[in-house]
């Protein structure tokens, strides 16, 4: 079984992929900005990991702090002795058009959506090099193949989150294995953050068809699952609803 770390596992889809993995048998640390949600997970699922043969554990994680990021990557190399698998999936969603003029709101979704995202594989690529395998799984979305009136700003963090995946990939060679989820509309917290009331108004109507974050679960442990030399390198995920 895998060593695995997870950002932004305080909710949603980073909350079911550490319980699923764990439950799975794998070694999870769980990683987000909300400790306190952590600890609910971890004392939810965590028996039920350990009767697996599994482990989930919590560790707070900013990861729009650099350095911040590299410790939480190197606590689970001390506590487990390795780290196998990144999922990157931390990621907000303060929808809005550019008129608006939300400036501070596009920074955060850069800061955590793709500054996030190359902090995660600044932390895991030395020890992927080291050990001479590895695996980063990269939560992007629908979004980062097709663009809509409020979402400039957020698609643009996700087609770089696609781009940056996409990189690594034709960068590395075989023994690291690159996985780019692309869910689209997933039960989760991410609408309750649009301020902008015409955004939030569109995505109450957007979101009307939804899949379980379970489903997003299932199909990250599909990726990590294939043999070695088998990499799945994108999945698109979304309700059978949903067209766009």
């Avoid at 929808?95 to 608006?100: G, I, Q």
């Amino acid at each position: 079984m895998s060593v695995v770390v997870i950002t932004g596992a305080s909710s949603g889809i980073g909350a079911a992929v550490a319980a699923h993995l764990a439950r799975a048998g794998h070694q999870v640390l769980a990683g987000a900005r909300r400790a306190d949600r952590l600890q609910s997970l971890v004392e939810e699922h965590g028996a039920a990991a350990q009767a697996a043969g599994g482990c989930l554990e919590a560790r707070a994680l900013d990861v729009t702090d650099r350095q911040d990021t590299r410790a939480f990557v190197e606590a689970a190399v001390q506590r487990f002795g390795r780290v196998d698998v990144l999922v990157n999936n931390a990621g907000v969603m303060p929808l809005s058009r550019l008129d608006a003029q939300l400036v501070d709101e596009w920074d955060q979704m850069i800061d955590v959506n793709v500054r996030g995202l190359l902090h995660g594989i600044a932390a895991v690529l030395p020890h992927f090099t080291e050990q001479g395998s590895g695996h980063v799984v990269t939560v992007a979305s629908i979004g980062a193949h097709s663009v809509a009136p409020t979402a400039a700003v957020y698609c643009g963090t996700k087609y770089a989150a696609w781009a940056i995946t996409e990189g690594l990939r034709l960068e590395s060679d075989s023994s690291l294995r690159v996985t780019t989820i692309s869910p689209g509309v997933v039960e989760s917290e991410l609408a309750s953050t649009i301020t902008d009331p015409d955004a939030a108004q569109a995505m109450r109507s957007y979101r009307a068809a939804s899949i379980s974050p379970e489903a997003i679960a299932q199909a990250i442990a599909f990726a990590m699952d294939q043999p070695a030399d088998v990499d799945v390198n994108e999945i698109v995920i979304r309700p059978s609803r949903q067209r766009g």
